[in-house]
């Protein structure tokens, strides 16, 4: 251990309905409000405001194009246009009907990952579906490239490319694929066991920062109060915990000097009291600094 958990992180910005998604854009941190429909930014005072129309329901994400156009997740993919306007990106129709929750963009290679599940049954509290991870290609085709994802959520890549990293929340692990020139997926294997990820991101040493929970309070309705954020390094050793008094639900890792953590959550309930949960609006972003940056922008 490195000590950083003995800093307690400071509340830049609260009140929110339900957060999730946190990406540092701009110099200012990026997150989606959930239930809300808005994408917001904030700087590390506080002050925030509205980037763009979201989704109006629960489970998506954002991530940008290299070009710097933001994209949006949900029940299908959407770009936002320099205008503001936000059109569809490619049509996803043919790969899998489902609710596409996270991504991460390639920007070395321009294409945009994905993944998703019928989330129907999981927001209900139920058992969570097996997911898929589809590939959406620059030329805007898109194919499904893994399957059998146990609840798919958070995904970064290593900042040299080679690999996808995702997390499988229900299974308790992080999962690795090596990425193929063409985009394909292969080698899949347990890069990290012994988690319960949730959302995620890498430093500069290639270790990952993960939200963190007991796995029951994800798959059941017996609500757990308390969350952490964890730095793991391939094979699972913990090489830092940081406690937090509500989980986290996603990290990112920027800002100044790329040291400052992000974390975005709530306090949970159980599935049973989650509209009660949105109503007292218990979102919070929180951050904090630690020692191993982002890696370089690319």
Request: glycine share 12%; net charge negative; charged share 25%.
């Amino acid at each position: 251990m490195t000590g950083l958990s003995a800093r307690v992180p400071r509340v830049v910005a609260d009140g929110f309905a339900f957060v999730e998604s946190a990406r540092w854009h701009d110099e200012r941190l990026w997150f989606a409000h959930w239930r809300d429909g808005e994408v917001i930014a904030t700087d590390l005072d506080g002050h925030y405001e509205v980037m763009a129309a979201g989704r109006p329901t629960m489970g998506w994400s954002i991530d940008w194009l290299p070009d710097g156009r933001l994209l949006i997740t949900g029940e299908s993919l959407l770009r936002q246009e320099p205008d503001g306007t936000l059109v569809p990106h490619a049509d996803l129709s043919g790969v899998a009907q489902h609710n596409w929750n996270e991504i991460v963009v390639d920007r070395q290679r321009g294409n945009v990952y994905l993944n998703g599940a019928d989330t129907a049954n999981f927001l209900a509290g139920e058992g969570p579906p097996p997911g898929i991870i589809a590939l959406v290609s620059p030329d805007g085709t898109a194919r499904r490239v893994a399957e059998d994802i146990h609840f798919p959520n958070g995904m970064v890549i290593t900042p040299d490319g080679s690999t996808l990293i995702i997390s499988e929340s229900f299974a308790g692990h992080l999962t690795a694929f090596d990425i193929e020139a063409d985009g394909a997926l292969t080698n899949r294997r347990v890069w990290a066991a012994g988690l319960a990820p949730d959302g995620i991101c890498i430093d500069a040493e290639g270790a990952i920062w993960t939200a963190a929970a007991d796995v029951r309070s994800r798959t059941g309705n017996d609500a757990d109060p308390r969350g952490a954020a964890v730095r793991v390094r391939e094979g699972g050793e913990i090489l830092d915990r940081i406690e937090l008094d509500r989980p986290a639900f996603s990290i990112a890792l920027g800002g100044p000097g790329g040291r400052t953590l992000a974390l975005v959550g709530q306090e949970w309930r159980g599935f049973d009291r989650m509209e009660e949960l949105i109503a007292d609006r218990t979102g919070q972003v929180l951050c904090v600094e630690v020692d191993v940056p982002a890696p370089p922008l690319t």
